[in-house]
């Protein structure tokens, strides 16, 4: 009789993680000369958290690049939490497109995958507001235009590109008075677990069905 409950309890919690979402929060804001970036992710219910944070990101030129400073967090065995300084610069971006590349060569079928993978995030929350004002009202009139025209054109994107459970609300501000330029991107996505699970067996499927993939993935994921 216990095994039995001790089997239909297992079951219950199985099915619920399996059911559960794996939810991803990206905020983004930028204000004068100040970014800040940050990353949650909930999965297993909420038991398991990461938090990324970038304090601190400006560009230095063309030739060095953004430099940045962030901080990481999780609860995964344990409270663990990390702080690391970068430069990102144009050799870092292509040496990143480069090993992308590999890995896209070894996987069968990568861009239907990615495609039925990516339609399968449910995007919840998308608010994008801008203050813009360059100085002059035609200038910034201008300006104004410009940043919608961006903004649809993203919006239209994702839109084709992910499931959307409400219209995203966009918002551009001109300020004739004074220049100015801040923008802020609140975001929330989610996917079923056991969607994302089936998405990587799936991924695996592809890269076993080209010689020396799996190789490639683990080298390529080793080094980074």
């Not at 480069?98 to 990615?114: E, K």
Request: charged share 20%.
């Amino acid at each position: 009789m216990w095994v039995w409950i001790c089997i239909g309890i297992l079951l219950v919690v199985l099915v619920t993680i399996w059911l559960s979402d794996i939810q991803i929060h990206v905020h983004f804001r930028k204000y004068a000369q100040n970014d800040d970036i940050t990353v949650q992710i909930r999965l297993l219910l909420g038991l398991v958290k990461l938090d990324y944070k970038v304090p601190r990101l400006s560009f230095e030129g063309w030739h060095k690049g953004l430099a940045y400073r962030q901080k990481e967090t999780d609860n995964v065995f344990g409270s663990h939490s990390k702080e690391a300084e970068g430069q990102l610069d144009f050799e870092k971006v292509k040496q990143a497109y480069d090993r992308f590349q590999l890995l896209v060569n070894a996987t069968s079928g990568w861009s239907i995958w990615y495609k039925q993978f990516l339609r399968k995030i449910r995007v919840t929350r998308m608010n994008w507001s801008t203050d813009i004002g360059i100085g002059s009202a035609a200038d910034t009139a201008i300006a104004t235009g410009v940043v919608w025209a961006v903004k649809s054109v993203a919006a239209g994107w994702a839109a084709a590109t992910f499931r959307f459970m409400q219209n995203p609300q966009l918002a551009v501000y001109p300020q004739f008075h004074t220049p100015q330029f801040a923008t802020e991107l609140d975001c929330i996505a989610k996917i079923r677990f056991g969607q994302a699970i089936v998405a990587g067996l799936a991924l695996i499927v592809r890269v076993l069905k080209v010689k020396g993939g799996l190789r490639t993935w683990q080298n390529i994921l080793f080094k980074a």
